[in-house]
């Protein structure tokens, strides 16, 4: 399975962006995806997770109400549409998928940087 993130970028306090998470390959085999962000200094945190046919997610309490996560399996896609950005959201996004087969798997993407300027 590969992993690619897109839609980063610099945007201004209180802007919007929508990173996106195209996945090849072996797709069948993914289960659930989430975002993970990772800032300078700090560890990877989840950012937003959804189960493998989108009809459950979950956010990280510094998200909540202002990020949404979703899927378009037939696109094999995944999204973030981030709203009311701040700066403490600037970090490297970093897009993930799990495989349950065998002992379990986890994909990463190269990661997208978002940059939010007060």
């Known amino acids: 399975v590969q992993l690619v993130e897109s839609g980063g970028g610099l945007v201004q306090a209180g802007g919007s962006l929508l990173l996106s998470c195209a996945a090849s390959g072996s797709t069948f085999s993914i289960n659930a995806m989430g975002w993970y962000r990772q800032a300078p200094g700090k560890q990877r945190e989840l950012v937003a997770a959804i189960t493998s046919g989108g009809g459950s997610t979950n956010y990280a309490d510094s998200v909540k109400g202002r990020f949404t996560i979703s899927r378009d399996n037939a696109k094999n896609t995944m999204y973030l549409q981030m709203n009311s950005l701040k700066p403490e959201d600037t970090a490297v996004y970093y897009c993930?998928?799990?495989?349950?087969?065998?002992?379990?798997?986890?994909?990463w993407g190269q990661g997208t940087q978002v940059t939010v300027s007060s």
């Open positions: 993930n998928a799990y495989s349950p087969y065998g002992t379990g798997t986890d994909y």
